[in-house]
């Protein structure tokens, strides 16, 4: 499995932006898809965004951070990127990075089919 590192969380105004980076070693990322989760309390986990490993980097959004969130990743640097703009109170949570087995093409949105995980970062909206 890799290790996973996630940082950047914080506290935040409604509207303001974060850049949460998820730091990835142990395995071949540039082989791997890559998640952000999300998990408020006294709710479940839920799929914030995904990036594959192949097709150039094909990219899957939750419909609630469309067109606010972007996530990337650089290769060289074995990490993932999440950009929250326009953040709402909602967005409110632990996120958590999540790495696919290297080399599998999976349905992004499902978290069973990650098998490593950060110990997730806290951000908090305040209105």
């Known amino acids: 499995q890799v290790q996973l590192v996630e940082s950047g969380g914080g506290l935040v105004q409604v509207g303001g932006s974060l850049r949460l980076s998820c730091a990835a070693s142990?395995?071949?990322?540039?082989?791997?898809?890559m998640g952000w989760f999300r998990q408020a309390v006294g709710k479940e986990r839920e799929f914030v965004a995904a990036i594959s490993w192949w097709n150039g980097g094909n990219t899957a959004y939750a419909d609630s951070v469309k067109g606010r969130f972007t996530i990337s990743r650089d290769n060289a640097k074995n990490t993932v990127y999440l950009q929250m703009n326009s953040l709402k109170p909602e967005d409110t949570a632990v996120y958590f990075c999540a790495a696919a087995p290297p080399g599998t093409v999976i349905t992004m949105i499902r978290s069973q089919l990650y098998d490593s995980w950060g110990q997730g970062t806290q951000v908090t909206v305040s209105s």
């Open positions: 142990g395995r071949t990322f540039s082989r791997t898809t």
